[in-house]
């Protein structure tokens, strides 16, 4: 607890904010995993030879980045240390870039995220989700596997990416480099769409939560069928509770991917002693809270820890607005009318238009101010431009009990010790 001037991430600045009453500091709990490197990851890897080794073996290699999206997992860090790993006397490198759904990237992009790794008989391609190969297989909940052609015809599929609590995944990384990553678009939206089984009051995802979840036991199977018939290696970096990466998980798909999760919720799970009246929570300020799509995974990290009626205050710059593909649209349209929407996703699922509609609904009952340098922003609570007139809104609507403070949101889960 302290009673000093705390500074708020808001975009690309800080704001100052005396508490009124004390406030409880959330923090991780228990064994800290050891800090590492990329190449500390890959010297010992989880279930399976060293990268090297591999590479020396194979054909054809492929490498899966994120796109420019995920820059926060310093992309061109782990693309250097593999390159270096695989060592230049081997076979040319397919470099792909996974954006799932999301747009091609820009030339600029691709130079950004390979970091100066690529070599000059290297390819670097795009995930085209209208133009994938189809197995031939389908996942036992109908999900067709089909990737990019680059990646099926590579004798060895090297994935990188980021382990951190995911809404539809329960973590990301791992298989997600596949699926969305680098598949067709009738896979994604099947996959994504089994979130929706149960209509919007029945999910079975949420952050954290892989057994019971269909969406994520779907994306292991799709690993699994994939790895019949190649060899998939993995390299994903998991981030500490600001945000910042702190250590590298590399190996067999599953068997590396399970590691990565064990120490992204040592590291990323914050605890307070019991459930709060109040959580004021930053997205952690440029580029976490870009837009409000990004935001909103710091409203899934805290709400879980509110007591019932306690109120949240979420405070992020929203520089680009609301966010990419529909979500812009289908925000208001779930604040107004969630049942059109939800028909609307049964039929034809987005990601966007399911943070849209998952958004507004895991807020009920919670009265909500978001604290923004983009005035006019829909959003399921009040919107101020002043910390403080927000602070002054919503201390009368909320019960006696703990005020919490986050400061890093994005990239955590706040669990209560009384849950």
């Known amino acids: 607890m302290t009673d000093r001037t705390l500074q708020i991430p808001l975009g690309r600045k800080t704001i100052p904010w005396m508490p009124p009453r004390d406030v409880v500091i959330p923090r991780p709990r228990g064994e800290r995993p050891p800090e590492g490197t990329p190449e500390d990851a890959l010297a010992a890897p989880f279930d399976s030879p060293r990268l090297s080794s591999l590479a020396s073996r194979a054909g054809k290699i492929a490498i899966v980045l994120p796109d420019a999206t995920r820059m926060w997992q310093d992309v061109p860090r782990m693309a250097r240390a593999l390159r270096k790993e695989i060592g230049d006397g081997t076979a040319a490198v397919t470099w792909i870039i996974g954006a799932g759904l999301h747009r091609a990237p820009t030339e600029e992009e691709k130079g950004l995220l390979l970091g100066g790794a690529s070599r000059p008989r290297d390819a670097v391609v795009w995930s085209d989700p209208e133009k994938v190969a189809d197995t031939g297989a389908v996942t036992s909940r109908g999900t067709p596997v089909a990737i990019a052609p680059e990646a099926l015809g590579a004798d060895l599929l090297v994935l990188a990416g980021g382990i951190v609590y995911h809404d539809l995944a329960g973590f990301s990384g791992g298989r997600k480099g596949l699926l969305p990553g680098i598949s067709g678009r009738a896979s994604v939206r099947n996959n994504h769409g089994l979130s929706l089984s149960g209509g919007i009051e029945g999910l ?17 199977e799709y690993g699994r069928i994939l790895e019949q018939g190649k060899t998939i290696f993995l390299l ?18 599953g068997e590396a991917w399970g590691k990565g999760v064990e120490m992204a919720r040592a590291l990323q799970t914050l605890h307070i002693p019991e459930k709060a009246a109040l959580v004021v929570v930053s997205s952690g300020g440029y580029p976490y809270d870009i837009d409000l799509y990004q935001a909103t995974k710091a409203v899934t990290a805290s709400l879980g820890a509110l007591m019932p009626g306690g109120g949240l205050i979420l405070c992020a710059g929203l520089e680009d607005g609301l966010g990419p593909g529909n979500f812009a649209a289908d925000l208001p349209l779930a604040l107004s009318d969630p049942g059109v929407l939800l028909r609307r996703l049964k039929e034809d699922f987005t990601i966007p238009g399911f943070i849209a509609l998952k958004f507004p609904h895991d807020m009920k009952g919670h009265p909500a101010a978001l604290v923004t340098e983009r005035e006019g ?7 101020f431009s002043s910390f403080d007139s927000a602070v002054e809104w919503m201390l009368p609507r909320v019960p006696p009990g703990p005020m919490v403070y986050v400061k890093s949101g994005n990239c955590i889960v706040l669990r209560a010790d009384s849950q």
Do not use: H
Request: include cysteine.
């Open 236 to 253: 994903n970096v998991i981030p500490d509770e600001t945000g910042k990466p702190y250590c590298y998980t590399a190996g067999r798909l």
């Open 377 to 383: 922003t829909p959003f399921p609570g009040e919107t």
């Open 204 to 220: 079975d995802v949420n952050v954290g939560r892989l057994s019971g979840n269909a969406t994520a036991e779907d994306m292991e």
